[in-house]
């Protein structure tokens, strides 16, 4: 039997097919049957310009991932033939000394000089087929799914995870609080969602585009969301729209642009915490956003946070694994609709329409049937 791997060429180039026998699992290593990947906006950036962490090309894309154990090795335990599995996109260093990734480390892999991403220096899932090696199988990001679980939602742990390392770093921040969603992708879509299930008071949506944020809206929205277009009126607005309470609690700012950082620290008042959540980068690397803050006025006397998360750890996992699979995002199958589904010959055409501003989720099949 043979395992397909497709290779982007170069950026804004071609995805070419080759084949490979299909590898055995050795001794505590799995074989994984890809069942689907969605794209993330980083996917969409790697094709459109590249980005400096891919060293070679060609390269193998794609990181959101749900997929079937076919086979396990020798010592293999937490795992059968049949699990469907969803994984995480940064991952250990292989370095099983290492104070962050090893065996006995932190588990703050984005903290690790040697830190990995799939689909960026470790293979992505632009393959039917993959091998973990042991180090990944211990000590990565892989949750198994009840027996059933619908794959499409599996392969939304990781960004799930992303939005929920934010959410939760400070502890009691959305629950009966105010919270500010800059921008309607779908990292804030995630977060609204995740916001319902966490029980905030009111959830108060920015963006910039009427169209994207009235399907956000109608979607997702009940009686506690509101949705405000980003023009020269938002902070007043917002501001507004939190009364009774003076400011947001919680600003999660998911729009990668500068103008996204310099609304979000117009939105912080009393107790505000800013999840910097978003980052700006490109072909180029990350751009330099200056911003002066008052340590003594506004940190100590205003009690202000000013965080930033990229990417996830086995903390944001769990925490997504739990709302998953005890059904707490109801709504999480209308992040994609019947023209963001793809099959798995059609690469190229998924990440153009991730690329279009009304685009929320789009999800790659690579079972035999779209």
């Not at 086979?71 to 962050?100: K, S, T, W």
């Not at 994609?336 to 501003?357: N, V």
Request: with cysteine; net charge negative; proline share 6%.
């Amino acid at each position: 039997m043979k395992q397909s791997i497709y290779h982007l060429d170069r950026p804004q180039g071609e995805f070419i097919e080759t084949t490979a026998p299909l590898p055995t699992p050795g001794k505590g290593e799995i074989l994984l049957r890809t069942r689907r990947v969605s794209v993330c906006q980083s996917d969409v950036v790697i094709y459109q310009v590249g980005l400096p962490r891919i060293k070679s090309w060609p390269a193998i894309l794609f990181h959101e991932v749900s997929a079937t154990v076919e086979a396990v090795g020798e010592g293999v335990e937490r795992f059968a033939p049949g699990d469907l599995v969803g994984l995480g996109c940064d991952i250990p260093c292989g370095n099983r000394d290492c104070m962050y990734c090893g065996d006995h480390g932190t588990g703050d892999w984005t903290c690790c000089p040697n830190t990995q991403a799939t689909g960026h220096e470790f293979p992505g899932f632009a393959r039917s087929h993959a091998l973990l090696p042991d180090w990944f199988v211990d000590l990565g990001p892989m949750m198994k799914f009840p027996a059933g679980f619908d794959p499409d939602a599996a392969c939304q742990l990781e960004p799930l995870a992303c939005t929920l390392e934010g959410m939760t770093r400070v502890n009691h921040c959305i629950e009966n609080r105010v919270v500010v969603l800059i921008g309607a992708g779908s990292q804030s879509t995630y977060a609204l969602q995740c916001a319902q299930a966490m029980g905030a008071r009111k959830i108060i949506m920015v963006n910039r585009g009427r169209e994207r944020l009235e399907r956000v809206l109608a979607d997702f929205g009940d009686e506690r969301v509101e949705g405000i277009l980003w023009d020269e009126n938002v902070v007043r607005n917002v501001f507004k729209a939190c009364l009774p309470f003076n400011e947001p609690h919680f600003v999660m700012m998911n729009a990668p642009c500068r103008e996204g950082y310099e609304l979000s620290v117009k939105l912080i008042g009393y107790g505000t915490v800013l999840d910097a959540h978003a980052g700006v980068k490109g072909a180029e690397g990350k751009p330099r956003i200056p911003h002066e803050v008052d340590l003594n006025n506004d940190i100590h006397y205003k009690l202000q946070c000013l965080q930033a998360t990229h990417g996830s750890s086995m903390h944001g996992i769990r925490l997504a694994h739990e709302l998953l699979s005890t059904g707490k995002l109801p709504n999480l199958p209308k992040m994609t609709r019947a023209d963001e589904r793809f099959s798995h010959t059609q690469l190229l055409s998924a990440l153009q329409r991730a690329a279009d501003r009304d685009s929320l989720k789009v999800i790659i099949t690579f079972d035999e049937t779209p």
